[in-house]
């Protein structure tokens, strides 16, 4: 059976990035082939941020005083609007100049900026907590997607990580979409959702757990580091992340969310000796050749 990467990836991924809003194009057909996605658009070679926040839960950035880590007012500059226009044009100047003043303390007692963004169907506020510099903000989307470095591909598998315990804030939901966009059009980063281990999710679009199951996979492939990863592994990994996932939605919606497919993932996950040859033969022949990530 051919490969169903392109078409599968790009429908369960935009189920992601459409919950969000934005401007990115979707395929014109959802139905599953096993070749390339029908009619897909060339993806631009850098992506700009989306996402908006709230002053109780802002975007996360960093100012640095200034200095090279500074990423508040490019990700300001590079706001893409829901049409896919960038009405600052990445100028870091006009992102400075799109502050309107704060607006008192978030959540974690920063100070919030207030941002305004002219977009054609009307202002875009965009609320920014600058003062969350390391590893843990969200990603530079002037990044090179195709050339990620190690460090890039390292934050990007973290925020994955950090993403499954926290399935409904603002942050996390805007996380998956940036990192979404990412999986979905970088060339170095190489994924294949196989059919056999699909089935062992709901196919709910809210909690979305075949999206997270390729979020989860994009960050094991970066784990595993790479360019022909091992399918058993990389997979057991990927169903571990979306375990995490799952927990974390019963935490916070209780025993209405739950769900006896992932009941009995959970279950099997248990048995660390025998859960690697129960992911082998769900994967049957999928996965052997299309699984990894190309060196920085």
Request: net charge negative; glycine share 12%.
């Amino acid at each position: 059976m051919p490969p169903m990467r392109r078409l599968t990836l790009g429908s369960s991924l935009l189920l992601l990035l459409n919950a969000c809003g934005g401007g990115t194009p979707t395929p014109h057909s959802s139905a599953y082939h096993g070749g390339a996605m029908d009619s897909e658009p060339a993806p631009p070679k850098t992506q700009a941020p989306l996402g908006r926040g709230s002053q109780d839960d802002p975007v996360q950035l960093c100012h640095m005083n200034g200095g090279p880590g500074r990423t508040d007012y490019s990700y300001v500059a590079n706001y893409l609007c829901q049409d896919g226009s960038k009405p600052l044009r990445g100028a870091e100047q006009a992102g400075a100049d799109a502050r309107v003043g704060n607006v008192g303390a978030g959540p974690d007692g920063h100070i919030v900026d207030l941002y305004r963004v002219p977009c054609p169907n009307g202002v875009v506020d965009l609320y920014v907590d600058a003062y969350h510099c390391g590893p843990h903000v969200d990603v530079n989307r002037g990044m090179d997607i195709d050339h990620l470095s190690a460090e890039e591909l390292a934050t990007l598998a973290d925020m994955v990580r950090g993403a499954h315990e926290d399935p409904s804030s603002v942050k996390a939901t805007q996380r998956r979409k940036a990192i979404a966009e990412v999986f979905l059009q970088s060339k170095q980063i190489h994924l294949e959702l196989c059919p056999g281990i699909a089935e062992l999710l709901p196919t709910t679009a809210d909690p979305n757990y075949l999206g997270e199951l390729l979020l989860s996979m994009g960050a094991s492939v970066i784990e595993d580091g790479r360019p022909a990863a091992d399918p058993v592994s990389v997979y057991v990994d990927t169903l571990a992340g979306v375990l995490v996932f799952y927990s974390a939605v019963l935490a916070e919606a209780g025993e209405s969310a739950r769900e006896p497919l992932l009941d009995s993932l959970l279950e099997k996950a248990k048995d660390r000796e025998g859960f690697p040859q129960f992911v082998r033969g769900a994967l049957g022949d999928c996965g052997n050749k299309s699984l990894g990530v190309d060196p920085p």
